[in-house]
């Protein structure tokens, strides 16, 4: 029996990069007027044409992902920081349930994702947690804490050598894209560091309760969050 059948959706080879290129800017893992890879370096990754990446960037540009400057020290960069928020807000303004949906949606899977990792992740893991555990404490702006803070997920999700529960993590990251806050309410960024330096011990000692403990105190924070910025976005 069949079940579930979707008509299909042709999408341009320019839509699917846009698509990723959205991804990693919705994730913080571009920072705000970070410049983007040389055409050549993003054409061959992508696997398409320069015409076509092309057609993405202006895309991109068009919907105030990017800005495009000429000239020899131009190229393609991230937009900056207020207007990224004001993209985030606007979105959130349209569809505030979906946002919460999101949310849901990343608490199922990062709950059993540190449940698994903490009896299966490798020294390369840890490693990479580590490190993102070390940019968080050197961050000095939001996009910095976000980037890191993407950065220790993702690699809390490969921790768990379970795919598709990797692939659900990248994707409840890309899809919850938060405006960047200069001054998180009633020190946030600094309880988020403590959860995660918490996560990553209890990782570290393969104990599975206090790591899943962890992410739940982590899950607080974003719920928090999430509530205020939409509040204020409404």
Do not use: C
Not at 53 to 61: F, G, Y
Not at 158 to 185: H, K, M, V, W
Not at 213 to 224: F, G, K, N, T
Request: aromatic share 4%.
């Amino acid at each position: 029996m069949l079940w579930g059948l979707r008509q299909v959706e042709p999408q341009a080879a320019h839509g699917l990069a846009v698509d990723l290129l959205q991804r990693q800017i919705h994730s913080g893992l571009l920072l705000p007027a970070e410049r983007l890879p040389a055409e050549r370096q993003l054409s061959d990754r992508f696997g398409i044409s320069r015409v076509t990446l092309r057609e993405a960037l202006r895309v991109l540009e068009t919907n105030q992902y990017i800005t495009v400057r000429r000239g020899a020290q131009g190229g393609a960069f991230v937009t900056d920081e207020d207007r990224l928020s004001q993209l985030a807000r606007r979105r959130m303004a349209r569809a505030p349930a979906a946002t919460m949906r999101v949310v849901e949606f990343l608490a199922v899977n990062q709950l059993a994702a540190a449940r698994l990792a903490a009896v299966r992740r490798g020294m390369a893991d840890l490693k990479r947690m580590r490190q993102a555990t070390d940019m968080m404490r050197s961050a000095v702006n939001g996009p910095q804490r976000k980037q890191a803070e993407a950065l220790f997920l993702l690699a809390l999700g490969n921790a768990t050598q379970n795919p598709l529960l990797s692939r659900a993590i990248e994707d409840g990251l890309a899809e919850l894209f938060l405006p960047f806050e200069r001054a998180p309410a009633d020190g946030a960024a600094s309880l988020a560091l403590n959860s995660f330096e918490d996560l990553l011990h209890g990782l570290e000692g393969e104990d599975a309760a206090a790591s899943e403990a962890a992410m739940a105190d982590l899950h607080v924070i974003l719920w928090d969050t999430v509530r205020r910025i939409t509040r204020n976005a409404a």
